[in-house]
């Protein structure tokens, strides 16, 4: 049998596939259709099955385990306890567990799956109002507030959301936002690994470039650090593409990378995903202003957010370069952390 990792993109999907039907079996479900929606380090599938649709996801080995994953439904199962925010609904297995372990004969090692109930919505990406912006600054909100009052149970275990690599997310993970909050924010071992893997796989002048952006980073995290219930879980990924509208409000899906980090870096992921959008500036406007009137912003903020934009073009590069031999990255991935270290050498030089 060929390897999993030199297979094609739909070779690989062909297997996971095979290894969600034996997921699902779990749920004490038969599935009528797995229908691929994305595969990248994980890989979901629409699943279309008795009580359903639901969406199931298949998790990525190396970082997480079944006790992170565990965690972040835990979360999830909070929200839709304590909220009416409108979040993914996780589904039971058959011997109550919210994380499924599956294996197949052609995927290496076991996958982590997790069912939830289908979230219907639209994602509108260029047609984004500030009306639309208001509503995200409402869910953004919403998630920050229950996660400051809301105390995980046992065994509770996230990332922080501010590391850089795969190895600082693994020693990142921890159950409190006490624990998670000690020391620098990426921290220095972080950093000179991901200094290495630019001056690696780009230039020494590119990693040159890299240290200034970490400079940045860190004076505004020092600052930050310093500002109490500036802390706590939140999404860490709430872009336009997991972000839905349905009924008038927005609901947030894929929380996959939610962890320990600064709430205003929820903020900067939203805003810096909407830099390329025509209406920027106005969205920009809208998300502050309607986030201000839930929970307030600190003293500050704009340079703060600026910082956090900075760190997310790094975390981006750095996940390119490290995700470069996976089947969906491989044949362009040197294009990609160009464009990326590009962003990251305009966004410092507007800084001058």
Known sequence: MEPYASLSRRGQVARLRRLGHAALAGYGLEAESLTLLRHEHNTTFRVEADGGPYLLRINRTGVHTPATIGSEMAWLRALRQDTDLAVPDPVAARDGALVVVAQDAGVPGSRACVLLRWLDGRLLEAR???AHLRQVARLQAGLHQHA???TPPDGFARPRVDTLTETAKRGGIAGAAA????GEHPSAEDANGGRRLVAEMLSAGDAAVFDRALDVVWTATHELAEQPGSFGLIH???????YLFHAGAARAIDFDDCGWGFYLYDLAVTLSELESHARCHELRGALLDEYARWRPLPDRHEAYLEAFAILRRIQLLLWILESREHAAFRDGWQSWARKEMNGLS???GDRR
């Open 128 to 130: 984004l109002t500030a």
């Open 148 to 150: 400051a009052r809301w």
């Open 179 to 182: 624990s998670a909050h000690v």
């Open 236 to 242: 860490g990924d709430l872009h336009q593409e997991n």
């Open 346 to 348: 305009t966004a410092l």
